[in-house]
């Protein structure tokens, strides 16, 4: 498959800094790390948004993908989506949101294409962006907070021991499905990965 239609712009959703990075809300930057490396990308300040970019392409001549993790903070993140969408000339639906999912299981990688936000500042923002919500998501089961721990407290938190001992297999997991959508699209990953 060629990238004649122009290249992919997956977002890996997050907040930057060092107390952040293992917090159950910066599942996103942990996926597109992982594909930028699967690609031969090397994360670096972009020169006109507010954000870190990695290209490359999947496999020899495959489609080229463009990977960003947004500087602005999780609730800002649709300014520099939308500035980097622009940028590469990528209309809304071969944009690619991965992001945590509070209705999912841990453990559950589910892929949708429009539909509500569910509560998550970081898809609200890159709607109100993008001036729409049809764009591809690649959603992260991170589970309902246990007891009456506020859900903001709880995607701020880190993955418990427990979670963490699978955690790398699931972030790959979440990569190859990010994968599967650039070169066989939302309905076959579904069909492929929704029943596993």
Same mark, same amino acid.
């Not at 649709?78 to 809304?92: D, T």
């Not at 453990?107 to 890159?126: A, D, I, P, T, Y």
């Given at each position: 498959?060629?990238?004649?239609?122009?290249?992919?712009?997956?977002?890996?959703?997050?907040? +930057?800094?060092?107390?952040?990075?293992?917090?159950?809300?910066?599942?996103?930057?942990?996926?597109?790390?992982?594909?930028?490396? &699967?690609?031969?990308? /090397?994360?670096?300040?972009?020169? &006109?948004?507010?954000?870190?970019?990695?290209?490359?392409?999947?496999?020899?001549?495959?489609?080229?993908?463009?990977?960003?993790? +947004?500087?602005?903070?999780?609730?800002?993140?649709?300014?520099?989506?939308?500035?980097?969408? !622009?940028?590469?000339?990528?209309?809304?639906?071969?944009?690619?949101?991965?992001?945590?999912?509070?209705?999912?299981?841990?453990?559950?990688?589910?892929?949708?294409?429009?539909?509500?936000?569910?509560?998550?500042?970081?898809?609200?923002?890159?709607?109100?962006?993008?001036?729409? /919500?049809?764009?591809? &998501?690649?959603?992260?089961?991170?589970?309902?907070? +246990?007891? &009456? !721990?506020? +859900?903001?407290?709880?995607?701020?938190?880190?993955?418990?021991?427990?979670?963490?001992?699978?955690?790398?297999?699931?972030?790959?997991?979440?990569?190859?499905?990010?994968?599967?959508?650039?070169?066989?699209?939302?309905?076959?990953?579904?069909?492929?990965?929704?029943?596993?």
């Amino acid at each position: 498959m060629t990238d004649e239609a122009g290249p992919w712009l997956v977002v890996g959703l997050g907040n +930057p800094g060092r107390e952040y990075a293992g917090n159950r809300h910066n599942v996103g930057f942990m996926v597109a790390e992982l594909l930028a490396a &699967r690609v031969g990308g /090397k994360f670096g300040r972009h020169r &006109r948004v507010v954000a870190e970019v990695a290209e490359g392409r999947l496999g020899l001549g495959g489609p080229k993908l463009v990977l960003m993790k +947004p500087l602005t903070y999780m609730n800002l993140s649709g300014g520099p989506v939308a500035g980097l969408a !622009q940028f590469h000339k990528v209309p809304p639906g071969r944009v690619i949101a991965v992001h945590d999912e509070l209705d999912i299981g841990y453990g559950q990688v589910r892929v949708k294409c429009g539909g509500g936000e569910g509560g998550h500042n970081g898809l609200r923002s890159m709607s109100k962006s993008l001036g729409t /919500k049809d764009y591809v &998501r690649v959603r992260f089961g991170i589970g309902r907070p +246990p007891g &009456r !721990q506020d +859900p903001a407290d709880y995607v701020l938190s880190d993955f418990s021991a427990a979670e963490r001992k699978e955690l790398e297999f699931l972030v790959d997991r979440a990569a190859d499905v990010v994968e599967s959508v650039v070169t066989r699209g939302v309905e076959p990953t579904q069909n492929l990965y929704h029943g596993a």
